[in-house]
């Protein structure tokens, strides 16, 4: 499925209230951004701040595992759904 920004953005809403609830995850992801708190609710509304999130979750297969199965998502759906935000366009070298 391809997603549009709107629909990446919506998932990538879905994984950081994910995030958000985790208390084992959430400062991994705070100490690896330097983000804090206050951002999470500011960074809601930015594509690529949403990307970022999207990003960090899917560095360890078992946390896209995880996130995925809390949100009833394909695993291969925060992939398509990050080619979708900013900065997560294919890069072709050719």
Do not use: H, I
Not at 18 to 28: C, E, K, Q, R
């Amino acid at each position: 499925m391809g997603y549009t920004r709107e629909s990446a953005e919506t998932l990538a809403l879905q994984v950081l209230s994910w995030l958000a609830g985790n208390d084992d995850l959430l400062p991994v992801f705070l100490g690896a951004t330097g983000a804090s708190e206050t951002d999470l609710k500011s960074g809601a509304s930015d594509a690529a701040f949403l990307g970022s999130v999207l990003d960090f979750v899917m560095m360890d297969d078992a946390w896209v595992v995880e996130a995925c199965d809390a949100a009833g998502l394909a695993y291969t759906s925060l992939m398509q759904a990050r080619m979708a935000l900013p900065g997560g366009e294919q890069v072709n070298w050719t």
